[in-house]
C-alpha cells in the first residue's frame, strides 16, 4: 500500500507499507522487478531472461516428449509385429515344435505361443518385381501372439482358404507394397523362388501364382513393403521345408522382462535351444535413442544456461543502481543476510515465471504436436517425417511427467546458481562506499 505524508515546509515523502503476510525482503524484491521509467533498460534485460528460461524449458520439454513418443511408438510398432521372445535351434530348423509349445507352457511368465517360418523371395506383379520377406504364420495361434496391425482389406482368415475367390494359395501384403506394385484385394502375383529346385537340367528358380486375399497397415513402412504373410503349411511346401519351422514365437506377460524369461527358457530347455528377447534384437536401435535423449537434454539446457547469464546481468546491473537504497537500508539495520536474500528472491521470481510459463506452453505443445504437425503439412506441404527415411509416418509426442519435474528443477538450480554472485555481491556493498557521493 502507497502513503504520502506532509514532511517540513512543502515537502513530501512517500512510503510503502509490508503487507503483514509478507516479509520485508519478499517485498523489496517485488518492487526491484518493476523499473522506474528512467530504468526501462533493466525492465528490458527481466523481459528477456524470463523469455530465456521460458524458451529453454519449452523447447526441453517438447523435445524430450518427441524422443519419448519416438521409443513407445517404435516399441509398438516392433512388438506389433514380431513377438517378445523368438526360440530357434542352433542346428537349423525345428521338427518338434508341437511338443517344444506344450513345453513352454509350463514356464513362468510365457503367456503365449506360436511356429513361424522366414524366408526371402521375390515378388512379380505384371513388369513389377520387388524383393520381400515371406513369413508363415499358424492361423490358429498368431494372433495371440503377434499383431498385423488393422487390415485395410480382406482378413487373415482367408489364408486358410477361406473367403479366396481361385484355387490359388492366398497371401497376405504390406499396403505400402500394394501401393508401389499396383496390387489391389484379389489380384494375382508371382512369387519367385531364388534358390529354385534341382532339375535334370540344373536348379531352376521356382516360381508359383499366389492370390492376394489381404491388405494390412502396421504404421511402418520397413514392415508394409516388404512382409508378405501366408499360412504355415502353404509357407512349408512352397519353401519345400516339410514338416520344419524356422522357430517358435512366444509372448510374455511383462515385456521388460522378457530377457530373464528367455534364459528361464534356455535352461528349461537345454542344448540345442536358444532364445533372444526383442531388447537383444533391437538394442542398438534403443541404446541410440536413449543416448539422444541424454545428449539433446544436455544441448537444450545450454538455452537455460544462456538465460541464466542474462539473469546475472539483470542483477548486477540492479545492484549497481540500488547501491543507494542497500546502503539505506543497512543503515537502518538490515543485516548482510537480508540483502542477499532480496536479490536471491528476485533472480528466483524471474527464473520462477520462466519456468512454469515454460512448463505450461511446452506440455500443451507436447500434448498436441501430431495435430500441429498436420496442420502444417497441409499449409505449407512440409513433411516432417518422410515415410521412406522413419519407421514412421506421424510425428509422435508422450509427455512424460517425470521428465517435466526434472527439467523444472534443475532450470531452478541453474536460476539459483545464476542469481548468488550478484546476491553475494550486495550483500558485501559497503554503506559508506555507497553514500559518499550522494
Known amino acids: 500500500m502507497r502513503r504520502s505524508n506532509p514532511g517540513k515546509g512543502n515537502t513530501f515523502f512517500t ?25 526501462t533498460f533493466i525492465s528490458v534485460n527481466t523481459a528477456i531472461s524470463v523469455a530465456g528460461i521460458f524458451l529453454g524449458v519449452a523447447a526441453l520439454i517438447i523435445v524430450l516428449a518427441v524422443m519419448n513418443g519416438f521409443e513407445k511408438e517404435l516399441r509398438d510398432r516392433i512388438l506389433g509385429i514380431n513377438s517378445h521372445i523368438v526360440l530357434m535351434q542352433y542346428d537349423g530348423g525345428m521338427k518338434d515344435y508341437p511338443g517344444v509349445m506344450k513345453r513352454l507352457e509350463s514356464i513362468d ?3 503365449a505361443s506360436t511356429p513361424f517360418i522366414y524366408g526371402q523371395a521375390m ?8 524383393g520381400v520377406v515371406l513369413r508363415g504364420m499358424s492361423i490358429d495361434t498368431s494372433a495371440d501372439v503377434i499383431n498385423l496391425g488393422k ?12 473367403g479366396n475367390k481361385t484355387d490359388l ?25 531364388p534358390m529354385g529346385i534341382p532339375t535334370p537340367m540344373g536348379v531352376v528358380p521356382k516360381i508359383q501364382e499366389f492370390n492376394v486375399v489381404g491388405i494390412f497397415d502396421s504404421g511402418s513402412y520397413e514392415y508394409d513393403s516388404t512382409l508378405v504373410f501366408m499360412s504355415l503349411e502353404n509357407c512349408k511346401k512352397f519353401l519345400n521345408m516339410q514338416e520344419t519351422v524356422t522357430g517358435i514365437e512366444i509372448k510374455v506377460d511383462d515385456i521388460y522382462g522378457a530377457g530373464t524369461i528367455a534364459k528361464a527358457i534356455e535352461e528349461q530347455l537345454g542344448f540345442p535351444y536358444w532364445a533372444r528377447s526383442w531388447m537383444e534384437m533391437n538394442k542398438n536401435l ?4 536413449k543416448l539422444e535423449k541424454r545428449v539433446m537434454f ?7 544456461l544462456v538465460a541464466a547469464f542474462n539473469i546475472i546481468t539483470t542483477l548486477i546491473m540492479t545492484v549497481m543502481e540500488k547501491a543507494k537504497d542497500i546502503a539505506i537500508l543497512k543503515s537502518m539495520g538490515a ?3 537480508s540483502i542477499m536474500k532480496i536479490f536471491m528472491i528476485e533472480g528466483m521470481v524471474i527464473g520462477a515465471i520462466g519456468t512454469v510459463l515454460g512448463c505450461c506452453t511446452g506440455i500443451a505443445v507436447a500434448l498436441h504436436l501430431e495435430q500441429i504437425s498436420r496442420l502444417v503439412e497441409n499449409m505449407f506441404g512440409f513433411t516432417i517425417l518422410p515415410k521412406d527415411v522413419y519407421y514412421l509416418s506421424e510425428l509422435p509426442s508422450r509427455v512424460d511427467y517425470g521428465d517435466v519435474a526434472a527439467i523444472a528443477i534443475v532450470a531452478m538450480i541453474i536460476c539459483f546458481l545464476a542469481a548468488f554472485y550478484p546476491s553475494w555481491r550486495a550483500s558485501r556493498l559497503d554503506p559508506a562506499e555507497a553514500l559518499r557521493y550522494e
Open 335 to 337: 543485516t548482510a543476510r
Open 286 to 289: 534403443f541404446s541410440a535413442l
Open 15 to 39: 512510503y510503502y507499507e509490508v503487507p503483514p503476510a509478507m516479509s520485508y525482503e519478499f517485498f523489496i524484491a517485488l518492487r526491484y522487478l518493476r523499473a522506474k521509467r528512467k530504468q
Open 298 to 304: 544436455i544441448i537444450l539446457s545450454l538455452i537455460v
Open 151 to 162: 487390415m485395410k482389406e480382406g482378413n487373415i482368415a482367408s489364408l486358410a482358404g477361406k
Open 123 to 130: 515378388l512379380k506383379k505384371e513388369g513389377r518385381v520387388t
Open 169 to 193: 494359395p492366398g497371401v497376405v501384403i504390406g499396403k505400402e507394397m500394394a501401393q508401389n506394385l499396383g496390387v489391389a484385394l484379389f489380384d494375382t502375383v508371382e512369387i519367385l523362388l
Open 109 to 111: 511368465g510365457v503367456v
